[in-house]
């Protein structure tokens, strides 16, 4: 089930032997993406689903989904929270998607394996009662994140330490990290994570509810390179567009909406996010038989559901350009040399509404 991905990229050498949940280690840590497992399709990364198949159905059908062509990818938290865990479950698994753990994710999977061994489930985790073996397997080997290095890219859960190697970050910063201490870093970054580490011990709150104060900021805004990260995990600040990162949390599940980056392949610059519907074909010509059946009743699925989609009408197509080189706050970009912005990479940014609102945030924080 799902796109069959490259060796680990490297092994990770934070000598972590389990995940921040308490689940073993996945056999891919750090997954890869190749130039020509992208081919010519596009590569769409969807933020948190949180357990909204209905909605990601109806995203899909915006970005004019081509099971076969284009490569689906999910920045984590696809489950809990929402009312439809298992089936959003389901429906990654039959259209392909490639999953990077969030921190969701992995806590469901530890209380699923604590519910097997007779612990009881909180009311909100009921659902898991319904996993199964092989869903919960599946979530086991999601690995903490995709390397794109055709297109520079790179997708995790949460967020990195700005100068430290994928492979020495640790695990709980994939997936739980929002902001920095604004002045934490010399302009070079950190070079080895002994230090990192020391540093982050001193800071507690680094994985915590985001303050926004001086002493603060988001990870992204402080992100240089070398690739462009793709994240989520953090809907308070809804859409994210710093010069170096790109931020998919838009809060579905709490009634906000649900965001697709599509990215063309390298090897054919056409954007065709934002075509009408009638530009491009309604099958699947590179599909076969099976995967043809798949995407049809995503599309006929999506069209149900969106006719009783309040606001289905508020549909929001962002083409990236000048003016996304500028963060949230209006802030001027700064030099990112070879890392690729978001025009660079030619992508386009769907968005649609949430049907209603799923689970309550005790805190909505303002926008940066």
């Known amino acids: 089930m799902g796109q069959k991905l490259g060796r680990d990229v490297s092994s990770h050498s934070k000598k972590e032997s389990q995940t921040p949940a308490g689940n073993p280690l996945p056999h891919l840590i750090h997954a890869e993406l190749s130039a020509a497992q992208l081919g010519a ?71 699923y394996v604590q519910w097997q061994s007779g612990e009881p489930l909180e009311e909100k985790s009921k659902w898991l009662e319904e996993l199964g073996a092989e869903r919960a397997e ?15 890219l790179l997708v995790v859960h949460a967020g990195l330490i700005p100068g430290i190697p994928l492979k020495e970050q640790s695990l709980k910063t994939l997936t739980e990290l929002r902001t920095l201490p604004a002045n934490a870093f010399l302009p070079d970054g950190i070079a080895d994570s002994d230090s990192s580490d020391k540093q982050l011990d001193a800071y507690p709150s680094l994985h915590a509810e985001p303050k926004l104060d001086e002493t603060e900021v988001p990870w992204a805004s402080l992100w240089k390179g070398p690739q462009h990260v793709v994240f989520g995990h953090d809907a308070g600040r809804k859409l994210q567009t710093w010069p170096c990162a790109t931020g998919l949390d838009t809060g579905c599940c709490y009634g ?35 995967s043809t059946v798949q995407h049809s009743s995503v599309q006929e699925y999506a069209q149900q559901a969106e006719d009783n989609l309040v606001g289905s009408g508020d549909v929001d197509t962002i083409d990236t350009g000048p003016s996304l080189s500028h963060n949230a706050a209006g802030t001027q970009a700064q030099d990112s040399g070879s890392v690729p912005s978001l025009s660079d990479l030619d992508a386009s940014l769907i968005l649609v509404p949430a049907k209603k609102i799923y689970s309550k945030k005790k805190k909505i924080k303002p926008d940066l």
């Open 41 to 111: 399709g596009r590569l769409i990364v969807v933020g948190d689903v949180h357990g909204c198949p209905d909605e990601l159905k109806i995203l899909l059908r915006k970005c004019q989904f081509q099971q076969g062509s284009d490569v689906l990818a999910f920045n984590g938290d696809i489950i809990n929270k929402g009312p439809k865990s298992v089936q959003a479950i389901d429906l990654i698994q039959s259209l392909g998607g490639i999953v990077v753990r969030g921190n969701q994710d992995d806590k469901a999977l530890a209380q």
């Open 138 to 152: 599946w979530l086991k080997q999601l690995p903490f994140s995709l390397s794109v290095p055709c297109l520079k």
């Open 256 to 290: 906000g909406q649900l965001t697709a980056l599509v990215i063309p392949s390298p090897h054919k610059q056409t954007n065709t996010a934002s075509m009408p519907a009638q530009d491009r074909s309604a099958g699947c010509s590179t599909c076969t038989d099976q």
